[in-house]
């Protein structure tokens, strides 16, 4: 890849990726916002608490911002806001003491079925249009990308 000297915000692959990002949140969130009043960062810890549910599975504040890769206040606000809602319960955790582990509550698993088939539905909108190798390899870069940023952060000593 070549360098240019004319820097162009709009050709910076960071800001190409979060304005995507945004726009295809904002979508997402917008058809289940007015119905389940949910934001998009508290959709995104039940998500995650919803897929590892079917696991079995409770995690922990940590294993959250970890999963969603979002910011841990954001994090811990979500899950407050999910907890006072009834969507999420937190019990404590017998191997670490200092922590809770959270999990979808009935309701909670609920509302995760029924927004799901929303949000499927709108990734086939937007990839309405694509190829199965389009989207094939558009689902490979990123997660090629995500790599290397994840192994660059460690690199670094973050």
């Not at 162009?8 to 979508?27: C, H």
């Not at 954001?74 to 017998?94: D, F, S, T």
Request: glycine share 8%; hydrophobic share 40%.
């Amino acid at each position: 890849m070549t360098q240019s000297t004319d820097f162009q915000l709009a050709d910076f692959l960071p800001y190409q990726l979060s304005i995507t990002s945004n726009a295809v949140s904002d979508l997402i969130s917008e058809r289940y916002r007015s119905r389940f009043g949910l934001k998009v960062t508290e959709w995104r810890v039940m998500a995650i608490l919803g897929d590892r549910g079917s696991h079995g599975g409770q995690l922990t504040q940590r294993d959250l911002t970890k999963a969603t890769v979002m910011d841990k206040v954001a994090v811990n606000r979500a899950c407050k806001v999910l907890e006072e809602r009834g969507l999420v319960a937190r019990v404590a955790n017998e191997s670490d003491g200092r922590s809770h582990l959270l999990a979808l509550t009935g309701e909670g698993e609920a509302i995760h079925s029924e927004v799901m088939p929303t949000a499927r539905a709108t990734e086939s909108e937007l990839f309405d249009g694509f190829d199965e190798t389009e989207v094939a390899s558009l689902r490979a870069m990123l997660a090629k990308l995500r790599a290397k940023a994840g192994a660059l952060t460690d690199l670094s000593g973050r």
